[in-house]
């Protein structure tokens, strides 16, 4: 897992951070079929390289390595893997 998504976006999706992302792991998209239903976005910890290109980009400071995401949030980042892995 590197890095992830916690709840200061929750009701807020701005994709600033699909837009930046290098390698796509940044989910779901405007034109994707979840994306009116999901609360937030996703990303996939398979697929991110770890190279911090969303942080600096994201309105609400909602992304976070891993290792630092706040206690009060940690719950997000199982939610990451398994948001990812119902799609699998």
Do not use: S
């Not at 994306?35 to 969303?54: R, V």
């Not at 891993?66 to 990451?80: D, G, H, L, S």
């Amino acid at each position: 897992m590197t890095y992830v998504i916690a709840e200061p976006c929750v009701n807020t999706k701005d994709t600033a951070c699909v837009e930046v992302c290098p390698v796509d792991c940044i989910h779901p998209k405007k034109d994707e079929a979840q994306f009116e239903a999901a609360t937030k976005l996703y990303i996939d910890p398979e697929t991110c390289i770890d190279c911090g290109a969303c942080v600096p980009v994201c309105p609400v400071q909602a992304i976070f390595p891993a290792e630092e995401v706040p206690e009060k949030w940690a719950a997000y980042t199982q939610m990451e893997v398994d948001w990812y892995a119902a799609r699998k």
